[in-house]
């Protein structure tokens, strides 16, 4: 049985990175429209209408089980499995066949990704050691891919398309720390009996993978089950989307005697992320937004910022985020241990190291993880919103005095 044609595989990969940073690009300025909607909706006369949107009630039968839960649950620990799915795929896609498909395309990303995750959490723990506040380092440790690369868009030609390949392999291997960070850190009591069915799901997905079932109803209904079994497991149940997409085939296979060209046929991998992307980046996401940027601010709440879990991830966000990263790439590079991308300088890359500072999606889910409380939550929130404007704001005006790929271009 024929694999697709390594020939096909150049031309796929430089279709999925267009359709990478054309998606995330979009959703960003919709995330951003929701965000700013969900804002003027939670501070305006019909708060109450907001409050009811988020709480309103949802049953459902599964089996004997009767399961009752609000709308907000219904989207952070439901819906955004199938973001978590999407996430899993990037991530094994560019593992495979992208920017991180080789020790030397992902070194520098990757020491760049872990220094970037490692100072802000560092900061947040400097600001909240001995308190139970500590529990929330997991917030400013992520980068937001989608508004990142959407501040890149709007400088247009300026910047080097090195830079926004970089940013991207950097921001997948972010959101894969992120994605184990929620696993470990934010788990309840885990109950055995659970995991090993969960364990057992997986392997049958493994086991098709290898028996290379390429069905979408496999998947589909196996990924299911894993879900509701991770669920009961007291792991979060949206790790269950990227555990499904470890298992999903990024090869296409077809018969010998098929009529059709096997280099037209795309693996399920390319199938499902393009399938369900639109879908993730348009529906989903954006409602996410909705329902978690929704911040009531008042003066108490203003007073909050100089609290120390608000300097944390503001801080965490805006100083650390830049400080581990532009450390890593400057001494990597300095040493020889590595290089800076084609039409890439230094500037670049710290005036990249502050949009890194956009934290807003993972940011939001693990502050849910790790804050019960309504107004410490609140906190939080208006904190990421804060520390993700600061960034974005920084790192384009050093993006912008930043010189143009052809002032870098060598001179003869």
């Known amino acids: 049985m024929p694999t697709i044609s390594k020939q096909r595989l150049p031309r796929l990969n430089r279709k999925n990175a267009s359709d990478f940073f054309n998606h995330s690009t979009s959703t960003g300025i919709v995330i951003l429209v929701f965000t700013a909607f969900a804002l003027i909706w ?27 839960c609000t709308f907000e649950h219904v989207v952070n620990d439901g819906l955004m499995v199938l973001f978590f799915l999407i996430v899993g795929l990037e991530i094994k896609r560019e593992v495979l066949l992208g920017e991180l498909s080789t020790i030397k395309k992902a070194l520098l990303p990757l020491i760049a990704a872990v220094m970037g995750v490692i100072g802000p959490a560092l900061i947040f723990i400097s600001f909240t050691a001995g308190t139970s506040s500590a529990r929330g ?27 926004r390949v970089f940013l991207a392999a950097l921001a997948i291997v972010d959101d894969l720390i992120a994605v184990l960070i929620i696993a470990v850190s934010y788990s309840a009591g885990l109950n055995a009996l659970m995991l090993v069915a969960a364990g057992i799901c997986t392997l049958i997905l493994i086991v098709g993978n290898r028996r290379r079932i390429t069905s979408i109803w496999f998947y589909s209904v196996l990924g299911i089950a894993l879900w509701v079994l991770i669920l009961c497991s007291g792991i979060h149940a949206t790790i269950a989307g990227v555990i499904l997409a470890m298992c999903i085939p990024a090869k296409s296979y077809s018969s010998e005697s098929s009529a059709v060209n096997a280099a037209e046929i795309t693996s399920p991998l390319h199938r499902i992320e393009h399938g369900l992307g639109v879908y993730v980046s348009f529906c989903i996401i954006p409602l996410f937004a909705l329902v978690n940027a929704g911040v009531t601010i008042n003066p108490n709440l203003i007073a909050s910022l100089a609290s120390p879990v608000s300097l944390g991830i503001i801080l965490g966000l805006f100083v650390g985020k830049q400080i581990g990263i532009t ?50 939550l609140a906190v939080v929130k208006l904190s990421v919103i804060f520390g993700s404007v600061i960034s974005a704001v920084a790192g384009t005006a050093v993006l912008r005095s930043a010189p143009t790929p052809h002032h870098l271009a060598p001179k003869f």
């Open 42 to 68: 939670a501070n305006s006369p019909l708060l109450s209408y907001y409050e009811l949107f988020l709480h309103y009630p949802i049953a459902f039968r599964f089996s004997n089980v009767d399961i009752a």
């Open 137 to 163: 380092w997991g917030v400013p440790v992520a980068t937001d891919i989608a508004f990142a690369l959407g501040v890149l868009a709007l400088l247009g030609n300026r910047i080097p398309s090195g830079l």
């Open 327 to 376: 450390a890593a790439v400057w001494v990597s590079v300095k040493i020889g241990f590595a290089k800076l991308p084609a039409g890439v300088s230094m500037r670049h890359m710290y005036g990249m190291s502050l949009l890194c500072g956009i934290g807003f999606t993972m940011a939001l889910f693990v502050g849910h993880l790790a804050f019960a409380d309504p107004h410490d």
